[in-house]
Each structure stands twice: as structure tokens, then as C-alpha cells.
Nanobody, 114 residues
Framework: QVQLVESGGGLVQAGGSLRLSCAAS????????MGWYRQAPGKQRELVAI???????TYADSVKGRFTISRDNAKNTMYLQMASLKPEDTAVYYC????????WGQGTQVTISS
């Protein structure tokens, strides 16, 4: 089993920055891909960014140039550095790990005020 614990969400002004963390524990060697997803009010959950075991990253067009996904393998932690935040970035952000299974974190609220 894999457990994912997110932290770092909160309220920030438009144009500001925020960093989300996702700490993985359990059968971490079974993880192939990790990513961040978000779900805004009234919308479906969508991909924000992914990073594979080789460090290759992919971003949604809406966050390219503003968000950076990274990982610290020694700490078994994935990060999402968010900059130039916009009100439309407001959503619940979820950490996901895919390997032997499909695992999700509990989600953390990110609210951007104008």
C-alpha cells in the first residue's frame, strides 16, 4: 500500500506563490508516476502536472511557466511550486501516485483571492 499526505494549501493573494508537498510512504518502490490534480468548484478533476520515475515532467497548458513539479527521492516527497497565482487556480489540489495501484491523497484547499 501507498499512503499520500499533502500539506501547504491555504489562502494567497493573486500574483503570489505557494508550495504544496506530498509525502509518500508504504510501498513506494511500486510507484511509477506521481502527479498533481485539482478540482475547482463546479468542474471535473483535471491534471495539473506529472513527473515520472526518470524525472520527466508534463504540465497542463494553464499552468505552464508558472508551476513547477519536483521530487526529493531521499525524502520520498513530491512538490508543486506555484507562482503568479490567479483566482482561476482556486481548487482542491490532490496528490496521485500510480504503480501497482492508484493512490490519492486527501486533497488540500488552495484559494486565490483577487
Amino acid at each position: 500500500q501507498v499512503q499520500l499526505v499533502e500539506s501547504g494549501g491555504g489562502l494567497v493573494q493573486a500574483g503570489g506563490s505557494l508550495r504544496l508537498s506530498c509525502a509518500a510512504s508504504g510501498s513506494i518502490f511500486s510507484i511509477n508516476v506521481m502527479g498533481w490534480y485539482r478540482q475547482a468548484p463546479g468542474k471535473q478533476r483535471e491534471l495539473v502536472a506529472i513527473i515520472d520515475s526518470g524525472g520527466t515532467t508534463t504540465y497542463a497548458d494553464s499552468v505552464k511557466g508558472r508551476f513547477t513539479i519536483s521530487r526529493d527521492n531521499a525524502k520520498n516527497t513530491m512538490y508543486l511550486q506555484m507562482a503568479s497565482l490567479k483566482p482561476e487556480d482556486t481548487a482542491v489540489y490532490y496528490c496521485r501516485a500510480i504503480g501497482r495501484g492508484d493512490y490519492w491523497g486527501q486533497g488540500t484547499q488552495v484559494t486565490i483571492s483577487s
